[in-house]
C-alpha cells in the first residue's frame, strides 16, 4: 500500500494535468478559435466555426452631400473587406482600429489596395455624412465605405448578423455615452466572416492576416 505521502504527490500530479486540460479548452473562446504565430501559416486573430454570414446585410453608404447607395457586407472579387464599427468621436479604440487597419494596409503594399475598409457608426445623430466621410478619409485615400443609418432596427439586424451591440445613450444635461463591442471583421467576397480581431491586435498582426488570406483568393 501507497505511503500518505506518495498518495499526497499523485493527488498533485493529478491536479496538475486537469489544471492543464482546462487552460487548453479555453482557449481560443469567445466563439473562435485563436490563430498561431504567423510563421506557420495560421491566422493571427480568430476564426469562427462555423464562421458568420454577413453578406445578406447591407448599410447606406453615404457621400458627403448626404446621398445614400446600398452597401452589402461583401468584399470586391478577389479581396478582402475590413469592417468596423463605432463612432467619431470615440477617443480611443475606433481611431487606434482605424489607423492599424491602414498601416497594415501600408506593410501590403500594393496588395493592400485590395482591402477594403467600412466603418460603421452607431452614433448617426452626431455622425452626419460629411463628419463620417471625413472621418473615414483621414484613414484610408481609397477603398473606403463610411456606413450610416438613422434606422436603429437595421443598425440592430447588421449588429446582430455580427454578433455584436452598441449603446448611446443621452444624458439629461446633454452628455452622450456610447458603447460598443470592440471587435473588427474581414470579409471575403462571398459575405463570409475569415477573421475577427479583438481590439488591441498589431497592424503587424493584421497584415500577416491580410497577406494570408488574399493568398487565398488567388
Known amino acids: ?26 482557449c481560443g ?20 466555426t462555423p464562421p458568420l454570414e454577413v453578406g445578406a446585410t447591407s448599410l447606406p453608404q453615404v457621400a458627403e452631400d448626404g446621398t445614400e447607395t446600398p452597401f452589402a457586407f461583401k468584399a470586391p472579387a478577389g479581396g478582402l ?17 482605424l489607423s492599424d487597419i491602414r498601416k497594415a494596409k501600408e506593410q501590403l503594399g500594393d496588395r493592400g489596395d485590395q482591402v477594403d475598409v467600412a466603418f460603421a457608426t452607431i452614433d448617426p445623430e452626431r455622425d452626419t455624412p460629411e463628419v ?11 477603398g473606403g465605405h463610411p456606413l450610416r443609418t438613422t434606422d436603429a432596427d437595421a443598425l440592430a439586424e ?7 451591440t452598441s449603446k448611446v445613450e443621452k444624458k439629461p444635461d446633454g452628455t452622450v455615452e456610447v458603447a ?14 475569415v477573421v475577427e480581431w479583438t ?3 498589431s497592424a503587424d498582426a493584421m497584415a500577416a492576416d491580410l497577406g494570408l488570406l488574399l493568398d487565398r483568393q488567388t
Open 29 to 48: 473562446s469567445d466563439g473562435g478559435s485563436a490563430g498561431g504565430d504567423g510563421g506557420s501559416g495560421q491566422l493571427e486573430g480568430l476564426v469562427r
Open 158 to 164: 447588421v449588429q446582430d448578423a455580427f454578433q455584436i
Open 199 to 201: 481590439f488591441g491586435t
Open 180 to 193: 460598443h463591442t470592440a471587435r473588427s471583421f474581414v470579409v471575403d467576397p462571398t459575405g463570409e466572416v
Open 1 to 26: 500500500m501507497a505511503s500518505r505521502p506518495e498518495i499526497g504527490r499523485r493527488l498533485l500530479a493529478l491536479l496538475a494535468v486537469a489544471a492543464l486540460a482546462l487552460v487548453a479548452t479555453g
Open 81 to 97: 473587406l475590413f469592417v468596423a464599427f463605432g463612432y467619431t468621436n470615440c477617443p480611443d479604440v475606433c481611431p487606434t482600429t
Open 132 to 142: 463620417m466621410n471625413a472621418y473615414l478619409g483621414s484613414f484610408v485615400t481609397s
